[in-house]
């Protein structure tokens, strides 16, 4: 988690690799089991994901928020901590965004863009914030804690975009009023995808440089490595636990932000498509290093752009590519136990989470 | 029925290109309590971990009776009768006595028969030197009884060769004496034959018969007791005539109190009151030690005064002003700590030495730019500059301070914490698990500073440490400061009971009282 910048570990690179490799050969045994040939699913899998230029900003659509999610876990590892509360501050940050967006709906599109962000980020980083005091404070178990809050974020949403914030026009779907064509987030030059995906990358970017180039990530690392040595330092270990899950928080309600602004254009039950917890599976698979977020979210973003193909030319479930990201998560962790054994200095892990969240996210 | 000789012959052991054992042979004479002596690092136990089976030796045979044996794991070994005293306590604490004999067994059956069980542990105890009430739970247990149940496991399961692991270390000198005394005199009947990892010539000269001396992995000598002087076998633990005379050097200079700690009170990690209202002052310029036994309050002062721990009442004061030991405070007044097992307080293992090394000024210049900035380059230049004065060994400055041995961890702290002015410095064992040389330079280094006008807090659980140290002696027992005295008049028995808790300052006049 904390070697130099410099030094690029081959076994860093390798284990994430075969571990790849492995879900990829027991996907293949449970597409066998459905009939299909495992082959023609690799290749479609392929060509859904970025075999065309359509289906690879499709994916990169998709990574966009995966990149930010992810981070709601990868920052608070870096002190040590198991944070899964992406879902919860995406889905919050989404409907704070759609707030600012109405409250500042005269100003014009530039302001209510930059409002709608920071509105976002500040409602995610204060709910990921609650993580991380109830657990430097009171001792309360942050991943319970996130999970349960996931929960609560996602039933506080549904109140409101059901309730108070419903648009009488949206029949079938409750959903707020729309945030209005001329505040959408525009598309990168060129190209179908949105800015979001910029974010992804500059949040990842900072987030490594926060952690590794800055006197703030130094005594994070120190937190997390061993309290008690930072303790003896002088450093308020409290302090550096909120402050990182607020910055976790951020990221995850600039993502649901993003989505609101770039896709759906308002806050409906759409945005609770899983996004928090494909982060968690990003955070791992990247051995939480924030630069390696980005690498890994593409990955994963063209995973889940392939399900549509796989079900409209090999008539698959779309619930096929969940089955490989459950594989994922689950060899991913296990591959945990391979580090180190190639050289003898003793590769820093995350602690794998409790038995019951690998499941609620498979 | 007498224990069957046992005799190592020509062992060797390497780890990768590391010699850890070379040509070494010991011979543990049937019914005698022998010692192996060696300072940390010189392959004792390796030598034992060959006998018990957790290693294969390389070369050499190892005998016992007339068999050779092999053992390829510790349960081959106890099936041969080798039972092992580890140094720590290999007991589980929520359970009885009776549970934790009958639980030390290798083969118990699907159902245990308490009723039955209960009844051969009785019988058992019956003939045993010395009684524990098998259904009290082990937590409530002193360390003393602890250690003993150690030794009554060994001799429920039938071991007539008991290896002990420097297993006083964890004892009042009363209690060691008495562990040892027990010990001691079943091998005279013939019972049992004892091998015992010690360091301390206090207990080769007291107990063992013969001694085995290792230096650097090789046989360095061996004999009688009754044949052997101290320093003949400091040297050959050492290498060279090493004068283990005290070098005390008085403290000339006592200034203005420093750290003053008024009515303290905290309580450890279970709630339980710690610290009982423990109040002392330290001045500027001299040592003062802090004896007691582990479990008696003195960690939990550490912690307090580095900010491991809150306190819960009372005052605490550095320069007359109050302290938190926040950063700033910290580093205005100059505080500094050598804690105890420094990688597990002091460090953080998967960062690199520089790294570890800057973890005081991490966040000031040169090290941040514009206090936000780290500069990489600045922290390792210093680190490398330091690496020189205090001879830390290590493949680079940049390799995960965890990869390092004990001593050089503890070298690494030292630079970091004594670099620049200290005016208060407080070390907590500090040269627990480290060798002669290592030793050695701490308390010089510890004495330049007070010379300098530190005030030292030396909290220690070697007694010799803190006479050898210390200006003035407190000794604490269980959370509070029970009594006062100066290193010249120390009655080292009367410390001891201090200690050990039997022995208030009202009634000094009761030695008996400490049975």
Redesign the interface.
């Known amino acids: 988690m904390s070697q130099p910048a410099s030094r690029l570990d081959f076994e860093a690179v390798l284990v994430p690799l075969a571990a790849i490799v492995v879900s990829l050969a027991l996907f293949g045994v449970f597409i066998l089991c459905n009939g299909v040939s495992a082959s023609s699913v690799y290749y479609e899998m392929y060509r859904g994901a970025f075999g065309t230029w359509f289906s690879t900003q499709n994916s990169l659509t998709r990574a966009a928020p995966l990149m930010l999610t992810a981070l709601c876990t990868a920052l608070p590892a870096h002190l040590g901590l198991v944070v899964i509360g992406g879902e919860g501050a995406l889905v919050l940050g989404a409907l704070a965004s759609v707030v600012a967006a109405h409250l500042l709906a005269s100003f014009g599109p530039w302001v209510v863009l930059i409002g709608m962000g920071l509105t976002g980020a500040a409602v995610g980083a204060l709910w990921l914030g609650m993580v991380g005091a109830l657990r430097t404070l009171r001792g309360v178990n942050e991943t319970i804690s996130s999970l349960l809050m996931n929960y609560i974020a996602i039933g506080v949403f549904k109140q409101i975009v059901e309730g108070p914030m419903r648009d009488p026009a949206s029949l079938n779907k409750p959903s707020t009023l729309p945030i209005g064509d001329a505040n959408m987030l525009g598309s990168l030059p060129g190209m179908d995808v949105h800015w979001g995906l910029v974010y992804g990358v500059v949040a990842c970017l900072f987030s490594y440089v926060l952690m590794r180039r800055t006197v703030f990530g130094f005594s994070a690392r120190m937190v997390g490595g061993n309290v008690r040595a930072a303790q003896l330092s002088g450093i308020s270990v409290t302090k550096r636990v909120i402050a990182t899950c607020m910055l976790a928080g951020a990221a995850g309600g600039l993502a649901g932000m993003t989505e609101v602004a770039a896709i759906h254009g308002t806050a409906n039950a759409s945005l609770i498509c899983g996004y928090g917890y494909a982060g968690i599976l990003v955070a791992f698979l990247a051995r939480q290093n924030p630069l390696a977020v980005i690498p890994v979210a593409l990955l994963l973003g063209g995973i889940s752009a392939s399900g549509g193909l796989l079900q409209r030319s090999l008539s698959l479930p779309d619930a096929t590519v969940n089955v490989l990201q459950g594989i994922l998560f689950v060899v991913i962790l296990a591959s945990e136990t391979f580090y180190g054994r190639w050289k003898r200095a003793p590769a820093a892990t995350v602690p794998a989470p409790a038995a019951s969240v690998v499941a609620e996210v498979a | 029925m007498s224990p069957p000789l046992l005799r190592a012959t020509g062992l060797g052991k390497t780890f990768g290109s590391f010699c850890a054992l070379d040509d070494v042979s010991l011979e543990l004479t049937p019914g005698s309590v022998h010692g192996l002596l060696g300072e940390n690092g010189a392959g004792k136990s390796t030598l034992v971990k060959c006998i018990m089976g957790y290693h294969r030796p390389d070369a050499g045979h190892i005998q016992l009776g007339d068999q050779e044996i092999t053992p390829k794991n510790p349960r081959d070994a106890q099936a041969l009768g080798l039972g092992m005293v580890y140094q720590h306590f290999t007991l589980v604490a929520n359970m009885t006595v009776a549970e934790n004999l009958v639980l030390s067994r290798t083969q118990l059956p699907l159902f245990i028969d308490w009723k039955k069980e209960a009844e051969a542990l009785a019988a058992f105890m019956a003939t045993m030197p010395f009684k524990i009430d098998l259904q009290a739970t082990v937590r409530m247990l002193a360390a003393g009884e602890k250690q003993k149940l150690e030794i009554l496991k060994q001799l429920y399961l039938k071991s007539q060769i008991i290896i002990l692991d420097e297993p006083t270390s964890v004892l009042t000198p009363a209690e060691a004496d008495e562990v040892l005394g027990m010990l001691h005199g079943m091998t005279r009947k013939n019972e049992l034959s004892i091998l015992i990892i010690t360091h301390k010539f206090r207990e080769v000269l007291g107990f063992c018969d013969e001694v085995t001396v290792l230096r650097r992995g090789k046989q360095a000598g061996r004999g009688k007791v009754s044949q052997l002087t101290t320093n003949q076998m400091a040297e050959m633990m050492m290498g060279s005539a090493t004068n283990l005379e005290n070098k005390r050097v008085p403290a000339s200079n006592v200034n203005e109190p420093r750290l003053q700690v008024h009515e303290l009170t905290a309580a450890d990690d279970m709630g339980v009151p710690a610290l009982c209202g423990v109040s002392f002052e330290v001045c500027s310029g001299e040592i003062v030690g802090v004896a007691a036994v582990a479990g008696n309050g003195q960690e939990e002062l550490v912690e307090v005064i580095?900010?491991?721990r809150i306190r819960s009442g009372g005052t605490l004061l550095v320069h007359g002003k109050d302290y938190a030991?926040?950063?700033?405070?910290?580093?205005d007044r100059k505080v500094r700590?050598l804690?105890e097992e420094p990688l597990?307080?002091?460090?953080?293992?998967?960062?690199?030495v520089a790294?570890n090394m800057?973890?005081?000024s991490?966040?000031r210049p040169p090290f941040?730019i514009a206090?936000?900035?780290?500069s990489?380059r600045q922290i390792r230049k210093s680190a490398d500059e330091q690496q020189r004065e205090y001879g830390i060994r290590a493949p680079s400055m940049?390799?995960?301070i965890?990869?390092l041995s004990g001593g050089n961890v503890q070298r690494a702290v030292l630079a970091r914490e004594l670099r620049g002015d200290v005016e208060v410095l407080i070390a907590a064992n500090p040269c627990m698990g480290l060798d002669f040389a290592a030793v050695t330079e701490i308390h010089a280094r510890i004495r330049k500073a007070r010379d300098q006008g530190a005030a030292v807090l030396l909290v220690s659980a070697d007694l010799d440490e803190v006479l050898a140290l210390a200006d003035r002696i407190l000794v604490m027992s269980e959370g509070r400061v029970v009594y006062e005295t100066r290193p010249e008049t120390a009655d080292v028995t009367l410390m001891g009971k201090y200690m050990a808790g039997h022995e208030s300052q009202e009634s000094q006049e009761s030695p008996a009282a400490a049975e």
């Not at chain 2, 030991?325 to 580093?331: F, N, P, S, V």
């Not at chain 2, 597990?344 to 690199?352: E, L």
């Not at chain 2, 206090?371 to 780290?374: D, E, G, P």
């Open positions: 580095a900010g491991q030991a926040t950063r700033d405070q910290l580093h700590c804690p597990r307080n002091a460090c953080v293992s998967n960062m690199s790294e800057a973890f005081r991490f966040d941040a206090r936000w900035v780290l990489h940049g390799s995960p965890g990869t």
